[in-house]
């Protein structure tokens, strides 16, 4: 078993993610000691959202065409309306995020995030939650769909928006310390 300093994440995104939706998660697991990597199509680095403008903009550390999923313990998803939107619509980004989840590696999405999964075809009976807004796209998928701030089903972890960030992050590191989940 891996201590929490070998622990690797891989954070999927695209521009246009909402920024606190990475910054966030991202900071609580180095704080956790996990090893954080982004992971983008983009090159060199990734522009993030803020409520309604452009924000900052971050280091890809590991382009997607190089990133190999056995490297790495857990993914995250960030949402943002434009993000998820982009990834869904490329398979790299839908293989990359179901080899996750076919392992039983931790997952975890937030607001718009979910909307990557979905194209993974393996929310069929998935207890989830989301941004409001796109609960009927999680239900069409299979998945039940819940209002909470955080939802954990066999190590997939979801949050509806960044106001649930802290639940999010909480269970985010917990699941990621305790590692592969096998389907029950």
């Not at 521009?15 to 983008?40: C, H, Q, R």
């Not at 607001?111 to 796209?137: A, F, N, V, W």
């Not at 998945?143 to 955080?150: R, S």
Request: with cysteine.
């Amino acid at each position: 078993m891996k201590d929490n300093n070998s622990k690797r994440v891989a954070i999927l995104t695209e521009d246009g993610f909402e920024e606190v939706e990475l910054t966030s998660p991202k900071k609580a697991m180095e704080n956790a000691g996990f090893k954080v990597d982004i992971v983008s199509s983009e090159t060199g680095h990734v522009k993030a959202w803020d409520h309604d403008h452009w924000s900052i903009t971050l280091p890809v550390d590991v382009n997607l065409s190089d990133a190999n999923p056995d490297d790495y313990d857990a993914l995250m998803i960030p949402g943002g309306v434009l993000n998820p939107d982009k990834m869904r619509a490329q398979d790299e980004y839908v293989n990359f995020a179901k080899s996750f989840m076919e392992a039983g590696k931790p997952v975890a999405a937030i607001c718009h995030g979910p909307q990557l999964l979905i194209e993974t075809g393996l929310l069929r009976d998935r207890k989830m939650t989301s941004y409001p807004s796109i609960s009927t796209d999680i239900k069409n998928a299979g998945a039940i769909w819940v209002d909470k701030e955080v939802v954990v089903d066999n190590g997939l972890v979801t949050s509806r928006s960044p106001k649930d960030l802290e639940a999010f992050n909480k269970k985010l590191i917990e699941e990621v310390k305790e590692g592969m989940h096998q389907e029950a």
